[in-house]
């Protein structure tokens, strides 16, 4: 208003209008207050976020920090791994040699085995006469022959209550045989 309008105005006018601008500047300074009180909040839990942020950071920080670290080592692992298979042929050439090993162990057994065919012939030749005996030592040792030579040279070294060698029939013999396979005893 203007200054002329207030000087017109009455004394009791100009207090009413005084008190209505009283009443209004207290409902502002309430709601003052109250947006005060609601900032006041806000600021609280804007702080109380801030620090909880602030921690989930840090620990943020600290696993990429550890993911950084878990990546180099697994990189220092795999040139490791490459330092040993890094070569084309490595597992190739592993191979070989492992074959070569079973190689040589199949070339021993077979040489172990072989000496034993050796000196049981050998203990054979002394025992049985040299007519035709020769031709036993060919044989396989699961041959019939065979068996019942090595039979026959055991009940040699046996004493006997009649002194003699008892003389078996092809069927004893057969019998024997397969018994003999089954139980996995080939040389008797």
Known sequence: ?????????????????????????????????????????????YERLKKKLD???????????????????????????EGRFGEPGSLAEAADRISEIFGEAQK????????????????????QPATGEKEKKQ????????????????NVSQPRQMGRVDQHTEADVTEYASLVMAAGDIYG
């Open 1 to 45: 208003m203007a200054e002329k309008e207030l000087r017109r105005l009455k004394r009791r006018e100009l207090l009413q209008m005084l008190l209505i601008q009283c009443e209004e500047t207290e409902r502002l300074q309430q709601e003052l207050d109250e947006i005060k009180e609601q900032f006041a909040v806000m600021a609280e839990s």
């Open 55 to 81: 921690i989930k950071d840090e620990r943020l920080n600290q696993k990429d920090a550890s993911i950084a670290e878990l990546k180099a080592e697994i990189e220092e692992l795999k040139k490791k791994q």
């Open 108 to 127: 021993a057994a077979e040489r172990y085995l072989m000496s034993i065919q050796k000196n049981e012939a050998v203990s054979l030749e002394k025992l």
């Open 139 to 154: 044989q396989s040792p699961l041959e019939l022959g065979r068996i019942t030579s090595i039979r026959k040279k055991q």
